[in-house]
Structures are given as structure tokens and as C-alpha cells.
């Protein structure tokens, strides 16, 4: 038909500019989100002073997602794409190029650009004293945390010394300290903190926010983010955790109750809570999770769960440094995309969390973080979208459930059988069954406690966020953290004071905690799909194939509960995680003994499953401690005994399971 060659050609003429325009702003966004990451990490890791150059490329990232002109530019093109397809589907279909092919190609440019209107919406600020207001808030957040880098915190540790501690320093003392004065030496340093934070910008801030949030047509800061965050509403959140909030409250009086028995009224003192409820068990559990292995049994425990980076190349720093940023993190400076060939070639993610080998409970933590932050990891690493925008971590990417593949992950550590396989001293003595049970014993009266410690932040922020500026005091918002605190966690003060809780402070954090919770109540749900399915999760090699394919490939092109409904048939559930937190002692042993059991007979795997497929390299700062070379078995073998020389050589040998029970 004559009036089809013309149409053939204008179609193709579309679909060109449109692919052109696809293919610029993906490697536009790369390089401006590589240039930011790249800042963030080098501040955060305390190796660079370059504050104003982080805000500089914070501020050109922020440009970039909420630039009306991208957004609007990309509405047209994928309009454009979308009728071409339409009339495609009538029959003009260019000369000479493969109808399939083409149909493909329209497909896969059409679901590139829908991804890049997921990623403007969720951060446009569309008008100017929206922008205006964003600006001056990213300038009071760091302003803020240039201040709050000189702010240093002293506690009594364990041999009685004042000393400036971390965060992570003073929540483990007064977990651990045996000593109470010292404990609460930790916690009213930490309660010192919510002061600081008070007392320097954090309630300007708050009043920013809630400006901005307004600007954008938002009710208050709180609101807007859960929406762009978790595409909720206050109320549908709220109507989860009341739900969830409902159902564990009569695990969490018990436990308290039990505590008030055995230990006395102080025993709900927040410097004696997590003393009397797991200070032991951490001080025993010390020698079978030694700090220099923890690199070889993540590894080993990961490939045999047949967990894979897809040639990423990964970054991990552990230690503790003056200066460094307290909590852990996960972050992709590179997003992985598969648009172009040159692009193919996956850089990153790097971890991160603060671990000093000194303290009780070091080596415990540094798996804990090489498991969460490694899960997080495997997660972007194996988004398989033909965009960054599908990999990269902020709105629309839900944090939920991005924190339900770390979360995963770091849950099968307190597991009876990855317990008996894995923590072993450095002599290779595997850790008795009478302390796993100890340990169910003194964490399973407090799982309740220990999920609404999580729940108690979006109470305390969503009330935050609602009260009017002038009713915003010290005074007040202190008030309200202590009635939030009675109210969820049912003690006067808890251990962990909420304002001291760094999440509150950064933007990128802020009123999205409720992510974790969310996440958690995700991975109850996935772990009981394995359980019912194949009975087991340590070493289970179906695992990271079923992950892959069914949580991580789509990246944010799939909501939370679209994706949990690909592995397990359902959609999002609070059941799974509150039938868990209602469990009795007795309950979770008999469990416990059940995987054990299983374990025995399934006998240890003989392989070590497939090669991570990462280049891992660890590092203290700007020093390379060890890395995996080639990737092949010798460099890896290698790099762990590099790594546990190290941590020898600087921190001397773990204690012995004899010495750690003499000393409690
Ligand atoms: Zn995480």
C-alpha cells in the first residue's frame, strides 16, 4: 500500500530518537550517580574532606532525577513508542527489518522509558520553591553532619576507662559490660546524643522537610516519603503495624515480665535490658565467631547457596577509623544495566559497616555485615533491566524491598544448622548444642521486643512530622520519643534512645524506617516458602537461583508485592514474622532440633558450589588489605588467610570458649 512506505519511515524516525534519547540519559544518569556515590563513599569512609564536593555532586544527582524537562521529554517519546507499536500492531511494519525483532526492540525500549517515568515521578519537584527549598535542605544536612563528625561521645568501657566511643562502641558496652555503672556510662552517652542532635539543626531540619513536603502537595514529610518510598499511605502502613503491633504484644510482656522476675524491677533499665536478656550468650557465642574467618565462612556459605555478582566487583571495609561512618551500609556507585555492550561491565556494590575486633561481639558483627550488606549486593548486582534506573537503590525502589534480600540473608546466621556447620572456633571446634539452645533461650523471649524497637521509629516519626512547628521543642520531641518508646516497647526509656538513631538525620533515611520491619515480615514469608518447599536453607543451592530470577532480575520494574508473590504464590504478609515472634522457647528448640536432625542426615556438601563471580576486594580506608585476584580457588584461598593474618597481626587471637566462660 503506497501510504505505508512514508509511515514505515516516520515510524522509524521515532523510535530512533526515542532510542537515542533512551540511550543518552542512561549514560547521563551513570555518570552523575558514579560521581556522587564515589564522594558519599569517600566522605562517609573518612578519606576525604571533599563535604562541599559531595553536596555539589548531591546536588547535581538530585537535578538530574527531578528535571521536569526529562520527564516531560520522556512521557513524549514513550508516547511515541507506544503508538508506533499500536499502529505496528495494524500492519506497518518497516521493510526489510524482522517483524519480531522489531517488536522486541519497540517492547524493550518502551519498558526502558516506562522505568525512567517511575524514577521522575517518584523525585520531581516541580516547582520552584520546591527546588528552592531542597537546596537549602541538603545545605543544612551537611552542615549537620560536618558538625556532628567533632562531636564525640565518651563511655567507661570494660577496663574502666573514659574513652571517645562510636556508636557501635557504646551500644555494645552497654549490652556487654559487666560492669552496670560502665553500661549506663554508654547509655547516657547515647541519650547525650539525642540532646546534641536537638540542640544542633535536627528541628530545623524537620520544619524544612515538612515545607518541602508541602510544596510538593504532601501533608507533611512523612506521608511523602512513605508514598514515593513504598508506594503506601499512612494509613495502610499503620493499619499493618497495629495489626502487628496487636498480635506480639502479650511475646514482648512476657518476656518483660520474666526479666522483672528473674533480675529485679531494674532489670527494664535501658542500660540493663539487653545485659540481662543476652550478655552472656554474646560473651560465649565470642569464640565461635571469630573475626578473621568471618571473610571464609561467608563466602563458603554463600556459594553453596549459589549466590553469584555477575562479575561485580565488590569493596569491603570493616574497621573501625576515626571519623568513619557509623552504620552499615551498602551502596552501588555503578548500577548494573545491560543497555549497552561497553556498559555491560559491572562496577560495585561496595560495603561497608564498622567492626572493631577489640570488642565482644565483633566477629559476630562482621558476618552479620557481610551477610546484609553482601545480600544487598548480590541484590543490584543481579538486576538484569535494560537501564541504571532499574538497579539503583533510590525512589521508586522500594526499601523494603530491597532490605528483604539483605534481610534474607542475614537471617539464616541464626540459624541451629548454619550455626553448627559454621561457627567453629579458629581450631575448628564447632559450637555446642547446648549453647545454641542458650542462645534461642535468651533471643526468642525478646524477638517481639526486638521488632518493635523497629516499629517505634515510624511511630515516633509519623507523630514527628504531624506536630506543628511551634510545638517542636527539645523538650517536646524528647517527650515524645520516651511516650513512643513506653507505648510500643513497653519500658520507660529504651536501650536504644530513637533520636540517637542516625537514620533520622540524613535524608536519604529519614521516615523510612518502617522499611526494615516491612523487609523483615518479607523474609518470614520467603523463608517459610523454602522450609515448606525444600525443608532447609543453610547450603541450599536452589536458593540464590530462585532469588535471582524471582526478586532480583526485575529490580524496580515489579513492586514488593509482585515480586513475592513470583517465588511464593502470596502476596505481602505480617503472619509469618509475628507466628515467629510468638513462639516459646520450647517451640523454637524443638525447631531447631528439627534442623539439626535434617542437617546430620543431609551430611555436609562435599563442593563449594559455584565461584561468587565478584572481584572482592577488602580494604581499611585507602589501604588494600587482601582481594580475590583472578577469582580462581588459590586467589581466594589467599585472600582469606591475608585477611586473618592481618587481623591477627593487629588484634591478636580471639578468646578461647574456656576463657569466655570464666569471664562472665
Ligand atoms: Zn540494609
Known sequence: MPGNGASAVHTGQTLQAAQTFFDQLNRDYVAVHKRKEDLFWATYMATSEDHEGFGRAETDYKAFISDPEKLSATRAHLAAVESAAASAGKGSIPVGVDAGAAADARQ????????WLGVFEANIVDNDEGRRLMAELIEAERVLFAKRKDFAPTHVNDRGDTEAATLTMLSTNAATNPDESRRRSSYEALHGLERWVLENGFLEIVA???????AL?????????????ER??????????????????????RAHDALVAKHGPDALQPWNLRFHSAGDVTRRMDPYMPFGPALRR???????????????????????RPGKYQNGFCHGPLPTWSGLASAVKLISPACHRPCSSNHVGSGARAMMTLFHEGGHAAHFANVTQNSPCFSQEFAPTSMAYAETQSMFCDSLLGDADW???YARTVDGQAIPDELIHDRIASA??????????IAVVPYFEAALYAMADEDRTPESVLALARTMERRIQGVDRAPRPILAIPHLLNQESAASYQGYLLAHMAVYQTRAFFLRRDGYLTDNAAIGPALAQAYWAPGNSLSHDATLRRLTGEGFSARYLAEACDET?????????????????????????????????????????????DGGAAAEQAMFDRFEQWIGAHYGAPPSPTAAAAAH
Open 217 to 229: 502537595g504532601f501533608p507533611d514529610y512523612f506521608e511523602m516519603k512513605l508514598r514515593k518510598n
Open 108 to 115: 524493550a525500549l518502551a519498558h526502558g522509558l516506562r522505568g
Open 232 to 253: 503506601m499511605t499512612k494509613a495502610e502502613l499503620f493499619g499493618v503495624l497495629d495489626d502487628f503491633v496487636a498480635r506480639t504484644a502479650s511475646a514482648q510482656q
Open 208 to 214: 524544612l522537610r515538612n515545607r518541602l513536603a508541602r
Open 298 to 320: 561467608w563466602v563458603r556459605s554463600f556459594r553453596r547457596l549459589g549466590i553469584q555478582y555477575r562479575g561485580a566487583t565488590m569493596r569491603l571495609d570493616l574497621l573501625q
Open 444 to 453: 526468642q523471649p525478646m524477638r517481639a521486643f526486638d521488632e518493635r524497637a
Open 419 to 421: 550455626l553448627k556447620r
Open 585 to 629: 522457647v520450647e517451640q523454637a528448640w524443638a525447631k531447631a532440633r528439627d534442623l539439626l536432625e535434617a542437617s546430620e542426615r543431609r551430611g555436609e556438601r562435599t563442593d563449594d558450589g559455584p565461584p561468587l563471580d565478584a572481584h572482592v576486594r577488602v580494604v581499611h580506608g585507602a589501604e588494600l588489605l587482601a582481594d580475590n585476584g
